[in-house]
């Protein structure tokens, strides 16, 4: 019992929030008498918000830096619009476009990290620019119109699952996929542990281990069996967790992670340990040019259209998930999985607070709420340590 | 009683772990200039935070009379009430607003929270007069130099009806000439009835001006000098500063010294902003292998600027000179590379240079040399290699903590420099500068740190030690180097040197 207590105290914000994402599940699962847990809208839920999830990913790495982007909104709708002059205007081929849209993101990240990193100017100021620059360039490519529609290949990207084998009424390939997931997730779980083992560290008592394996599993499984009885896995969850499992393994493990980290947490002291702060910010704003790229295109292909209008406050979307999911605004501090719970938490409550027909007013007021007790909680645990 | 303005009895002031000051006695008579001095850290600081409330009634021991009166001051807004007003070495001016704004900056002339502006020019003008500063009131602070801030700093303590004025180091930034300028405002000053405290490090200074010289030294009075009787000499002064013994406070060290491994020469650095300003001038050292040298100086006399600009130009601007190691000519543009070829700088603010305070011990010990732990081409951190080298190391330094994950900013001052000096032994050096290595820790930890520094000559690394202590300087270095605003101006064996004789260099006094 002590070892969960202490184990709890050490990491109240992590738990905390899965905790608090539990909790607002359960109280939408009662509120909408279960059917938030329905196939049909556990698959609506990563299609909803597949987007801001992948927002929320490039957004931590900006925010550990200690910066911040203002304008992964617009960025969203000029890629919209991008893909959408030149799939419908102009016949490019799909694949094409989608290398042309992230690099186009990619120019983009250049743009803003080069104003930001070498001139010097708040990265408030320049994506706040950004925010309007991009916007302006939307109506500007799309004359204020929509573009509609998009070809069905475009949109598999939001709309698309993993095919089956098979035929049954159950998607036979996301079971293997969930099956084999859980394979991996002990094998690494147990590897982690013999190498820290290996190096005298001190390991979770065993049955601590199992048990967070087991409940881990369970969760992983029961969704996936769900996913299986609608149409499988959707391509969106797919893109999710592999960025989910890149970007937590390049922040956790590798020398550029460290190096994000360590700009975020003391400048100067970074400085004079031979990191180089500068080119560390620039290509972080790159990432996000590229990842918000990539959620314009999600977000354009879900739509099936490119309008003036699209993305509009996603920026906001993705920050508050970063900070609801344990970030800090002085930077040096936060997660990847972190950012995911946060978003998952604003999307959960979007979703279950749409299923039982409260009107948007109310839902951004809760949604406000929400994100200022969860940093507040943050807050009141820092000041009492 | 009669005749002192300022009486302060038996003042006592302890921190955590130290005593700052030690009953302390400080008379002061109406209308003399009353000079304060001792060396860094002596508390001299910390003497006149007590007296103008920063330090608030209740957190020290002893008394403080005031023109007779009992004074428990809970801030500084209730000292200057009584006319106690403090100019401190870094001045409290904002920038972009002129200079009569500045004069009542926190004491408008006001009425009803409207600004009288016609009164404000107008009394602002008035009392730059009395200072001697011909400038226009609405000019923005930013606009003139240094020496002139100074005076409207002095300016705005009059406007406040002083009785007694504090100056703090006030002509350490300043020019020869503004500092005469400074010093003839005193002077007159004193004539129209005002009295004053100087701290200042420039003896010369002291012993032209000042009527009384109260000495202080480790947190005691050490003696009050007249000076109006006779001239009180620099030697003298000194003499009070120093006169302490050295005992058993370091390790026994057992030279081993080889060849020349670092050398610098003809090095002269501007300042970076102020671009015309020479802050290191012509400055040549060297440093043998298993050497250990001090480079000793007042505060402001570029030491840290010289270090910092060696280590991959991380100070100033328009920087020249040569540096060699091993004999040969190296480039070290930039931290990465001074790291490459060797060089460590352990800084002299651990907390702003040298940690990532919301980091973990293991994380910023390995921060500044994470190819040692990585692999694939130094992409993919081995975290158990971190671990296993970071505890090795902590073992080493004695790093008292439950677990390297405990973050560096809940660490102990003494810990925490640990840490730091970890972190550039992880970096598997060659030429080690370490900028007051032992400020603000304790006497333990002290010992534990020159073992380190010993230990690490005797494995052949070029040490370089930089520290305000003269005994820490004199205990440690095998040759003494002395700056002065900008210049090498000694270099003494540790044989010939002494503190009276590093002081004289240091004050710029000249050793004859």
Redesign the interface.
Known sequence: MQTIVHLFKNNVREYGMIIALVLITGLFWVLTDGVNFTPLNLTNLILQNGFILVLAIGMVLVIITGNIDLSVGSIVAFIGAVAGVLIINMNVPVWLTIILALLAGAFIGVWQGFWISYIGIPSFIVTLAGMLIFRGLTLWLLGGQSLAPFPDSFQQISNGFLPDIGGGSIHIVTLLLSALLSLLLVYLEFRARK??L??H??VLPIWVTLAKLTVLLLVINWFAYQLALNKGIPIVLVIVLLLIALYTFVMK??????HI??TG??K?????????TKQVVFWVFVNNGVLAALAGLMFAARLNSATPAAGNMLELDAIAAVFIGGA?MAG??GTVIGAIVGGLVMGVMNNGMSLIGIGIDWQQFIKGLVLLFAVGFDVYNKKKS | MSGYILEMNQITKAFPGVKALDQVDLQVKQGEIHALVGENGAGKSTLMKVLSGVYPYGSYDGEILFEGETCQFKDIKQSERVGIVIIHQELALSPYLSIAENIFLGNERESQHIMKWQETFSEAKRLLERVGLKDSPETAVMDIGVGKQQLVEIAKALSKNVKLLILDEPTAALNETDSENLLKLLLELKQQGMSSILISHKLNEVSLVADSITILRDGKTIETLDATVEQVSEARIIKGMVGRELTNRFPERYPQIGETLFEVKNWSVYHPQQQERKIIDNVHFYVKKGEIIGIAGLMGAGRTELTMSIFGKSYGSKISGELYKNGELIEANTVAQAIEHGIAYVSEDRKTYGLNLIDDIKRNITLANLKRISRLNNIVIEEGKEVQESQQLSEQLNIKTPSLEQLAGNLSGGNQQKVVLSKWIFTEPDILILDEPTRGIDVGAKFEIYTQINQLAQQGLAVIVISSELPEVLGLADRIYVMNEGRMTGELRREEANQEEVMRYMTGAGGE
């Open positions: 190498a820290q290996q190096y560290l001190e493990n590798t020398v550029i992670g460290r980290y360590a947490g003391n100067k002291a970074a400085d004079l340990s031979g990191i180089k800090s040096g501090v």
